[in-house]
């Protein structure tokens, strides 16, 4: 039976919205260093800060995603360790 995959992968508004603002900014910093424009660069290195603080402000408003528990690991069955021991042997 399959598990239940509980990660979302940042499938949020906030992540988002986080997301296309910081692509702008790394987009006309770039450009703004390519042209020798300080003004774009300068515009793109204050979106930085814009999407960041979105993003924050968003997950902050419930836009975010769900907080959930991280899978259980599972204790080594005694196959894994002496297939372990097994190979390190060998690799010597």
């Given amino acids: 039976m399959a598990e ?3 990660d979302n992968h940042g499938k949020s508004v906030a992540s ?3 997301v296309g603002i910081l692509l ?3 987009v006309l910093i770039g450009v703004g260093i390519m042209i020798n424009q300080s003004l774009i660069a300068w515009v ?3 979106l930085v800060v814009v999407g960041v603080i979105a993003g924050a402000g968003l ?3 419930g836009f975010g ?3 959930h528990e991280a899978p259980k690991l599972q204790a ?3 196959d894994h360790e ?3 021991a097994r190979d390190a042997q060998s690799a010597h």
């Fill in 4 to 6: 239940k995959h509980l």
């Fill in 16 to 18: 988002w919205t986080a």
């Fill in 24 to 26: 702008l900014a790394a």
């Fill in 44 to 46: 793109g290195a204050a």
């Fill in 59 to 61: 997950t902050a408003a």
């Fill in 65 to 67: 995603s769900k907080p």
């Fill in 76 to 78: 080594a069955t005694p």
């Fill in 82 to 84: 002496s297939r372990g």
